[in-house]
């Protein structure tokens, strides 16, 4: 399985900005797909998950914010991130498997796409 990221980039706080993210090969092993994160000093942490069966999951410190969405029939699953604040700032990567639960549960990942918030 490969997963090609796209989006992120400057905003200001406040702000939004959308991610995607298109898997592709023996997608059949997914179940989960969805959104990790890494600030400059920190572990990577799960933001956002989607299951095969639509089923959300998101980081309490998101919640309400950001919003995670799938479609199957292209394999992609897109995150919309509104209010938008600098603490939010990091490098993004797509993951996916048949859980996400935590890093090392995660199968496959994408290459990373830096969201920065400017205060």
């Known amino acids: 399985v490969q997963l090609q990221a796209s989006g992120g980039g400057l905003v200001q706080a406040g702000g939004s900005l959308g991610l995607s993210c298109t898997a592709s090969g023996s997608t059949f092993n997914i179940n989960a797909i969805g959104w990790y994160r890494q600030a400059p000093g920190q572990e990577r942490e799960l933001v956002a998950s989607i299951s095969s069966d639509g089923i959300t999951k998101y980081a309490d410190s998101v919640k309400g914010r950001f919003a995670i969405s799938r479609d199957t029939a292209e394999n992609t699953v897109y995150l919309q991130m509104n209010s938008l604040k600098p603490e939010d700032t990091a490098v993004y990567y797509c993951?996916?498997?048949?859980?996400?639960?935590?890093?090392?549960?995660?199968?496959?990942w994408g290459q990373g796409t830096l969201v920065t918030v400017s205060s």
């Open positions: 993951a996916a498997g048949q859980t996400i639960a935590t890093t090392k549960r995660a199968a496959y």
